[in-house]
């Protein structure tokens, strides 16, 4: 069992949990009309509701008619079968391109030695969890591995090195928080998206390679990774590019990571920058100053979260919203001069923090 924070906990159980009492051939679904997507899930309003609504071996089927309408099988929610200790075994289909948290926590899957290999549970070609204390410091994924499940990986404290597959498509959400011994990351090019804070609190991570497919990178992917220093990314990437060390939308519109291990203590963020990511400087403990552009219009949640050594930011004319707690944790902030006309989503900073408006 992981030891699994209190407050990481709360960030991550911010998204909806599904629930449903809709079964199809002893499966229970969440539909959704709009996208014709079905997720597989527990039965009533908590994984723990009922119990043993699944037993023996599951054979999950990539398409599912209700009322009349076929959707695709794309996702296992958190818990589907968590607590399910009669249940032996799941096939899971190629059209699953998301498993949630804990989907197999404490079922017969999960106390089945033949699942698991140095630390890690397998089911089929998805990684679905792993002992925190048990995985070793370099893992060799299975070369065939094409998912790993939101969480899988979270917490394991030992691991230095992973090496992943060129089959991966999918790296789940959280999926390496809080590996605080992991030093370097290369993603496969397979892979197309890095979901939110997949590599949270990752404090010894120095290195990220990115391929040329990545099309999207999630708020607070490299969050608090103090240590951050250098972010490699194919140079044919059609959606990111990277100054300075900083990584960028294409058109350099958005300003998506600053690594949080950078030494300056100044930055001058590029004229073109319109918004500013959700935790993109995030832990960024070395940077006292940051002079922002003219047009930028937007600073998004948690943005400068942890900026401590953080004494002065230069806000221009045309800013129009900084969201909520933007500039939490930057205790050496002691005044914001904002435009009058600048919106405030509830809390930005720490009580300390003097917010002045100006013409």
């Not at 209700?66 to 190629?94: H, M």
């Not at 989907?103 to 089945?112: L, M, P, Q």
């Not at 496969?188 to 979901?195: H, R």
Request: net charge positive; charged share 20%; proline share 3%.
């Amino acid at each position: 069992m992981k030891k699994l924070s209190l407050i990481l906990f709360a960030i991550f159980l911010a998204a909806n949990v599904l629930a449903s009492n809709k079964a199809i051939n002893g499966i229970y679904y969440d539909f959704d009309k709009s996208s014709r997507q079905a997720t597989v899930t527990y039965k009533g309003k908590s994984f723990d509701k009922y119990q043993n609504e699944y037993q023996g071996s599951i054979e999950i089927p990539s398409t599912v008619v209700y009322n009349g309408v076929i959707y695709q099988v794309s996702s296992i929610s958190d818990g589907a079968f968590r607590g399910c200790k009669n249940l032996k075994n799941v096939t899971i289909p190629k059209s699953v391109n998301h498993i949630g948290m804990f989907a197999f926590k404490d079922t017969g899957i999960d106390a089945n030695p033949h699942y698991w290999d140095n630390g890690v549970l397998y089911i089929g070609n998805c990684i679905v969890d792993a002992k925190y204390d048990q995985v070793p410091t370099y893992v060799e994924v299975r070369s065939d591995t094409r998912l790993i499940a939101d969480y899988a990986f979270a917490e394991c404290e030992y691991m230095k090195s992973i090496h992943l597959p060129k089959n991966l498509l999918y790296i789940g959400k959280m999926a390496f928080a809080l590996c605080t011994s992991l030093e370097n990351i290369d993603i496969p090019a397979n892979v197309t998206q890095i979901e939110e804070l997949s590599f949270w609190a990752c404090i010894n991570l120095r290195r990220v390679q990115l391929p040329k497919s990545i099309s999207g990178i999630a708020s607070g992917a490299f969050g608090g990774c103090i240590r951050l220093d250098s972010i490699s990314l194919d140079s044919v990437n059609e959606s990111y590019s990277i100054k300075d060390g900083v990584l960028f939308s294409k058109d350099m519109n958005t300003l998506v990571c600053y690594p949080a291990g950078l030494k300056q203590m100044t930055y001058t963020i590029p004229v073109s920058v319109r918004q500013i990511a959700s935790y993109s400087f995030e832990a960024a403990i070395n940077l006292q100053y940051v002079v922002l552009p003219q047009g930028l219009k937007i600073i998004r949640k948690g943005a400068f979260m942890g900026c401590e050594s953080l004494k002065e930011v230069s806000v221009n004319k045309e800013l129009s919203l900084i969201e909520e707690d933007a500039f939490s944790r930057c205790v050496q902030l002691m005044v914001l001069r904002i435009p009058k006309a600048t919106k405030l989503e509830n809390k930005i900073g720490e009580p300390s923090l003097k917010i002045e408006r100006i013409k």
